[in-house]
């Protein structure tokens, strides 16, 4: 059974409050588990089904049917450290003999946080602090299923916490929430977000996306496509500059030189040198 997912709005600072609880941001996937039976099924929030994606999650630590919310993540087993990258590289996998080896040298982990049926019984109206005391009664975490901490009011000591540590940052419940299926003020994500500048050396012909390049040893390479965070009046400013400065094209791009200087914000970089998520904030003049 497939439950759509609760969504969070963003919000820019941190804060702290009784009346919620502080979670870290997990680097993975969002992924509801739905036990049925002997039966097993993972899904994407888009509903995208990847239960062969992931045969260690099959045996779920909970007695009865079940269905739960949560992000399934990798850890780089040179750093310690949550790696997105891993974890997509996991979930693009489709041959058998892939994943088994993966799963040998790289298993994933279930982080829960939240249930959303048990037994028949359906918990989703239920205040968030009951399906959690429900939750850790009823799951035996081993080494593939685990639940996120918590801490109650002190959310900024936790962001402070999340950035010493360079990780992804935090969530914020409220107490008292429901669980529904849409986007919902209750839950609210504070990203940790990185900035750094980039080059705009090109742009899509076919839709919009402005190519980002970083110099690194003296010499200029891709770091991704930049798509969010830029306003119509700042698309008008870029192609009235860019004009004069085209040096070159091929099927998807048009290339500018020199290139116009920017800022950006992003998550973190990936394994592969890119910008993660990479929003534009401003020219740089």
């Not at 039976?37 to 099959?58: A, I, M, V």
């Not at 639940?147 to 962001?159: A, F, N, S």
């Not at 299926?181 to 980039?198: A, E, F, G, P």
């Amino acid at each position: 059974m497939f439950i759509a997912p609760m969504l969070l709005h963003s919000r820019e600072k941190a804060f702290s409050d009784q009346a919620y609880i502080f979670e870290p941001q997990i680097d993975g996937h969002r992924l509801i588990l739905s036990k049925s039976e002997e039966e097993t099924r993972l899904f994407t929030r888009q509903h995208n089904e990847c239960t062969s994606q992931y045969p260690e999650l099959w045996q779920v630590p909970i007695d009865g049917d079940v269905v739960l919310d949560g992000e399934v993540c990798c850890t780089d087993p040179e750093t310690g450290q949550l790696d997105f990258g891993l974890v997509m590289e996991r979930f693009q996998l489709k041959k058998k003999d892939k994943i088994q080896a993966f799963l040998n040298q790289r298993p994933v982990n279930y982080v829960i946080w939240d249930i959303l049926f048990h037994k028949g019984r359906d918990l989703r109206g239920l205040p968030l602090m009951k399906r959690r005391s429900i939750l850790e009664s009823v799951l035996l975490p081993n080494n593939y299923f685990s639940l996120v901490p918590q801490i109650e009011e002190h959310g900024e000591d936790l962001y402070q916490s999340i950035v010493d540590k360079s990780m992804e940052g935090i969530v914020a419940k409220r107490k008292s929430s429901t669980y529904v299926s849409r986007r919902s003020h209750d839950w609210l994500k504070i990203i940790n977000y990185q900035y750094t500048n980039v080059y705009l050396a090109g742009y899509r012909k076919d839709e919009f996306g402005w190519l980002a390049h970083v110099k690194e040893n003296g010499k200029m390479r891709p770091a991704g496509i930049i798509e969010l965070g830029v306003s119509p009046a700042q698309k008008k400013v870029f192609r009235g500059i860019c004009k004069q400065l085209v040096s070159g094209e091929d099927k998807n791009f048009v290339y500018l030189d020199p290139p116009i200087q920017a800022k950006v914000k992003f998550r973190n970089w990936t394994r592969h040198g890119l910008l993660r998520t990479p929003s534009f904030v401003d020219f740089v003049l």
